[in-house]
Structure formats: structure tokens, C-alpha cells
């Protein structure tokens, strides 16, 4: 069983940063992409960012240009820097993991206020 902890979503003003992590555990031998959706409220489940297993980064429209994710092979977490946030950022951020089978994170809150 493979197990997501997410950690470090908040509260914070726009043009703010926060940074979101996530680490894995359980039967992990060898892990494909790790990346974070989101979700707004009455929206559809939406990519933010992945990273595959030779480090190419894929960006969803929004993030592009203002966050950056990166990955931790030795510690099999991903991280999700997120900068210059807007309100329109605000979402619960899920971050995933394909080891054959793809396993989700329970989510984490992003509130950016105007």
C-alpha cells in the first residue's frame, strides 16, 4: 500500500508564496511521474504540474511561469513552489504518484485572498 502526505497549504495574500510538499511511503519500488492537480470549488480536478522520472516538468496553463515543482528520488517526495498567487489559485492541491497504478494524496487547502 502507498500512502501521500501533503503538507503546506494555508492562508496567504495575493502575490504571496507558499510552498507545498508531499512525501510517500509504503511499497514503493519505483516511481514514474509524481505531480499536484487541484480543485476549485463547482470546477473540474485540473493539472498543476508533474515531474517524470528523467526530471521533465509538464505545466498546466495556470502555473505556468509562476510555480515550479521538483522531486526528491532519495526521499520520494515532491515539492510545489507556488508564486505570485492569485485569488483564482485558491483550491484544494492533490498530489499523486504513478507506480503502475496512480495514488492520490487526501488534499491540501490553498486560500489566497484579494
Known amino acids: 500500500q502507498v500512502q501521500l502526505v501533503e503538507s503546506g497549504g494555508g492562508l496567504v495574500q495575493a502575490g504571496g508564496s507558499l510552498r507545498l510538499s508531499c512525501a510517500a511511503s509504503g511499497s514503493i519500488r519505483y516511481i514514474n511521474t509524481m505531480g499536484w492537480y487541484r480543485q476549485a470549488p463547482g470546477k473540474q480536478r485540473e493539472l498543476v504540474a508533474r515531474?517524470?522520472?528523467?526530471?521533465?516538468?509538464t505545466y498546466g496553463d495556470s502555473a505556468k511561469g509562476r510555480f515550479a515543482i521538483s522531486r526528491d528520488n532519495a526521499r520520494n517526495t515532491v515539492s510545489l513552489q507556488l508564486n505570485s498567487l492569485k485569488p483564482e489559485d485558491t483550491a484544494v492541491y492533490y498530489c499523486?504518484?504513478?507506480?503502475?497504478?496512480?495514488?492520490w494524496g487526501q488534499g491540501t487547502q490553498v486560500t489566497v485572498s484579494s
Open positions: 515531474i517524470n522520472k528523467f526530471r521533465t516538468t
Open positions: 499523486y504518484l504513478e507506480v503502475g497504478t496512480t495514488y
